[in-house]
């Protein structure tokens, strides 16, 4: 796994989470929801690629 697909799933994930406080700071719904979903998406992809460390290194911390 690239450093630079770990980067932008950290990305991903923090630009979620501003865009979910943001939009619950101005009283938008459209907003906070598609900053949760950024947020979900980017957490799952973290997910995988830890996953897929473990597969790949299965006796590695």
Request: net charge positive.
């Amino acid at each position: 796994m690239s450093i630079v697909k770990k980067l932008r799933h950290k990305a991903e994930t923090a630009e979620g989470a501003t865009k979910k406080t943001v939009g619950k700071a101005l009283g938008n719904e459209r907003m906070e929801a598609e900053g949760s979903a950024e947020q979900a998406k980017g957490n799952a992809k973290q997910t995988g690629d830890k996953f897929k460390q473990k597969i790949r290194h299965p006796f590695k911390h």
